[in-house]
Structures are given as structure tokens and as C-alpha cells.
């Protein structure tokens, strides 16, 4: 089974800055696509960024310029920075990671508990 533990969620003013942390761990044969997502109240979960494991990224528009996507893959850790946080960007951060467990299995796609960002004066 595979775990992720994220981390670094806080409550923070407009124009601050946050980093968030997604440790996997488990068994774990091979990391492909890591990413963070993120859901508001009342709104779907939506794509922020992605990270392939090349270290080619993607970014919804929305964040695109404020928001940083990073890996260590002898840690198995993805980062999301965070800089110019606005009160829009507030919800509950979501870690996914692609892996397989064994060579053999199917690559499958592991969810994280969520961390809760507040952007708020």
C-alpha cells in the first residue's frame, strides 16, 4: 500500500506565502506524476499543478507565476510554493501521486488527506 502524508497548510494573509510538503511512502516500486489539487467549498476539485517524472510541469491559470511545483524524487516529496497567496486561493490542498508497486501491476493513481490552506487578513 502506498501512503502520502502531506504538510504546511496554514492560515495565512493575502500576499504571503506558503510550501507545501507530499511525502509517499510504502511500497513503492516506481513514481511517475506527482501534483497537487485543490477543492474550495460548495466547488469542484480542481487541477493546480503537476509534475512529471522528468520535471516537466503544468499549471492551471490561475496560478500560473505565483504558485511553484518541485520534487526530490530520492525522497519521494513533492512541493507546491506558494508566493502572493490571494483569499481565492483558499481550500483544502490535495496531493496525487502516480505510482506503481511492483512491476508487474498497473500504474495507479494514490490521494493524499488534504491539507487546509486559509488566505485570510
Known amino acids: 500500500q502506498v501512503q502520502l502524508v502531506e504538510s504546511g497548510g496554514n492560515l495565512v494573509q493575502p500576499g504571503g506565502s506558503l510550501r507545501l510538503s507530499c511525502a509517499a511512502s510504502?511500497?513503492?516500486?516506481?513514481?511517475?506524476?506527482m501534483g497537487w489539487y485543490r477543492q474550495a467549498p460548495g466547488k469542484q476539485r480542481e487541477l493546480v499543478a503537476t509534475?512529471?517524472?522528468?520535471?516537466?510541469?503544468n499549471y492551471a491559470d490561475s496560478v500560473k507565476g505565483r504558485f511553484t511545483i518541485s520534487r526530490d524524487n530520492a525522497k519521494n516529496t513533492v512541493y507546491l510554493q506558494m508566493v502572493s497567496l490571494k483569499p481565492e486561493d483558499t481550500a483544502v490542498y490535495y496531493c496525487?501521486?502516480?505510482?506503481?508497486?511492483?512491476?508487474?501491476?498497473?500504474?495507479?493513481?494514490?490521494w493524499g488527506q488534504g491539507t487546509q490552506v486559509t488566505v485570510s487578513s
Open positions: 509534475i512529471t517524472s522528468g520535471g516537466s510541469t
Open positions: 510504502g511500497s513503492i516500486f516506481s513514481i511517475y506524476a
Open positions: 496525487n501521486v502516480e505510482c506503481r508497486v511492483k512491476p508487474t501491476f498497473p500504474t495507479m493513481r494514490y
